[in-house]
């Protein structure tokens, strides 16, 4: 999940992390994404991440899990498949 800071550069760093976590990740509603990526594409993500994200106005959180059955989801509301991306 990503914060972008909503200043005049906001919108256009805001465009581009979302593509770039598009390119490796699902997509699951505004700035949070869902996946499970090999060590070289986090690599990758996080290098090209590194490219917009302004370091002191700007945020990107990763969770990890070494193995799916650590990861436990708790749904309040409509359950969306896309919500289970972890293999």
Known sequence: MYDILADESGP??????????KKYLTHIQKSVFEGNLTEV?????????????????????VFKSRHE???????LGIVDDKTSNFF
């Open 12 to 21: 256009k760093v805001s465009r581009n992390v979302f593509k770039i976590c």
């Open 69 to 75: 059955r650590w990861l436990e989801k708790d749904y």
């Open 41 to 61: 594409n986090y690599m990758k993500l996080k290098r090209e991440l590194n490219t917009y994200i302004r370091r002191d106005k700007d945020s990107v959180l």
